[in-house]
């Protein structure tokens, strides 16, 4: 039977996929993309391991904890396996570009496929089905999945991420994403408006826009550039009831005019993640960051007084190599200077092939780097108190998102800092903006009253 064939015999059946997602927002975002591409093939999506004729894992390779998690995944698929032996296991993502063939070999996994070749997805699927394992791990230069509309996974309906590019071309020593990703490459402006609007018709209410370094956006058409700025504006008009976010921007790229432009838009969120890596400035170098601490300071101060309402987040590496207690001190310092509203915080891990893995000794002892770690986290806490503490008395609006873990009276939603916030439920509902008064704080969660 040819291959052709044989999807028209699947498609009969219908057979089902689970996919499971680990890592960053892009791929829960690229998970989406997957689900349209074999949707479109007349694959049906389960959320039900149990009832999945093939199993897709989607993967991170940023941390080895990352890769850690899905090997312990990946054992527990090969027990699925023996139970129902017919069952496929794919692994997609940065693990399936990092590891490649070596993946096969696991027995377990029957594909490997990369971020940029989902769209061959359905075909390596009917490979697999009559038993020939399949790879795919060629990067693109141009793929971005512009023209598909992404299944959303979401379970919220009020929130949703768009990815505006791909790849990053930023080379920071530590980091595997260029590799795992390729290079970067901006998505046609037309098709990231038309997908936005999409979401509003469909009640979304909150849009995040994706990139690894969302201010090097550049799309240039009959000799006319739109840049970062410029594409943020456009989407924020699609309405006012629409709320936009984005992330990551980086401290060598994010420009004053992008502030301006948050300034002039009050449904851009206000909160910029802006992830520092280290307050020292040799560590910075050593990483390839391209910025000093006295340049990220000095952006801080602009976000400040141009938005002095406005959220900051942060990424922090803990145990660089050669990090000295010196430049440890000085990333203390900077996030006191910062007040940092939250912070995401890890241990330096050293990624193979990578600049560092290459030319530099992962010479911080583990017991050292965890107790800098734990250091940063314990002041992390104390700013991200002292940061909500100052939201006490404020109103804010609020955009709902579902009932609150802890109790099925209370809500749960989002300021525009980005900040949780948990309130009685009335008769609101997901996707409405409710006027908050916020009455106390943890250093995780506001808890307010809705005010009419
Ligand atoms: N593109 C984004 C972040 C991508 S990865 C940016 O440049 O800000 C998310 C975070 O993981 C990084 O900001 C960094 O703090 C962390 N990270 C990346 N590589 C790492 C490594 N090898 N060890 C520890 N943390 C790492
Ligand atoms: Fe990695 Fe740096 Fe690119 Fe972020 S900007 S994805 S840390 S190389
Ligand atoms: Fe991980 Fe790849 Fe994202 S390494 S952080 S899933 S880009």
Not at 92 to 98: K, Q, V
Not at 131 to 155: C, F, H, M, W
Not at 338 to 355: L, W
Not at 372 to 388: D, G, T, V, Y
């Amino acid at each position: 039977m040819s291959i052709a064939l044989c999807i028209f015999a699947q498609n009969m059946e219908n057979k089902t996929f689970y996919i499971e997602t680990y890592g960053c927002q892009m791929n829960v975002n690229d998970s989406e993309v997957v689900a349209a591409i074999l949707k479109a093939a007349d694959y049906r999506l389960t959320e039900r391991i149990n009832e999945a004729d093939i199993i897709f894992i989607n993967t991170c390779s940023i941390r080895e904890n990352a890769e850690q998690r899905v090997w312990g995944r990946l054992d527990v698929f090969r027990l699925e396996k023996r139970r129902n032996p017919s069952l496929l296991v794919g692994v997609l993502g940065c693990m399936a570009e990092r590891l490649k063939e070596d993946l096969l070999g696991k027995g377990v996994v029957d594909m490997v496929v990369g971020p940029d070749a989902y769209r061959q997805l359905p075909l390596l699927v009917a490979e697999a089905e009559v038993g020939q394992k399949g790879i795919n791990v060629l990067l693109s230069r141009e793929e971005t999945y512009a023209d598909i509309s992404p299944v959303r996974l979401d379970k919220n309906g009020v929130s949703a991420f768009v990815s505006i590019m791909r790849g990053c071309n930023n080379m920071c020593a530590y980091c595997v994403v260029p590799y795992t990703r390729g290079a970067e490459r901006s998505r046609p402006p037309e098709t990231i408006l038309r997908e936005v609007r999409e979401l509003f018709d469909k009640g979304y209410r909150e849009v995040t826009l994706l990139g690894q370094n969302v201010n090097s956006y550049s799309w240039t058409e009959a000799s006319a550039t739109m840049n970062f700025a410029q594409l943020l504006e456009q989407v924020a008009l699609v309405n006012p009831l629409l709320r936009l976010r984005f992330a990551t921007s980086h401290p060598k790229d994010m420009s004053d005019e992008l502030l301006h432009t948050m300034a002039k838009q009050p449904n851009i969120c206000r909160h910029i993640h802006l992830p520092v890596q280290s307050g020292s400035s040799r560590i910075l170098e050593l990483m390839n960051r391209k910025y000093t601490r006295e340049h990220y300071l000095e952006r801080i101060a602009k976000i400040k007084a141009v938005l002095p309402d406005s959220a900051i987040s942060t990424d922090i590496i803990a145990g660089f190599c050669t990090e000295t207690l010196e430049d440890h001190n000085y990333t203390l310092s900077l996030m006191k200077e910062a007040g940092f509203d939250q912070a995401f915080m890890f241990q330096y891990s050293e990624r193979p092939n990578t600049k560092t893995a290459r030319h530099f000794k992962d010479d911080v002892p583990a017991e050292e780097k965890t107790r800098r770690l734990n250091e940063i986290i314990a002041l992390q806490n104390k700013l991200s108190l002292q940061a909500n503490q100052k939201e006490i008395g404020q109103q804010r609006e609020v955009l709902v998102e579902g009932l609150s873990k802890r109790s099925s009276e209370q809500l749960f939603g989002r300021t525009s800092q980005n900040k949780v916030i948990v309130f009685p439920k009335k008769n609101y509902r997901s996707g409405d903006y409710v006027q908050v008064q916020i009455e106390r704080c943890s250093s995780a969660t506001l808890f307010g009253l809705p005010l009419d």
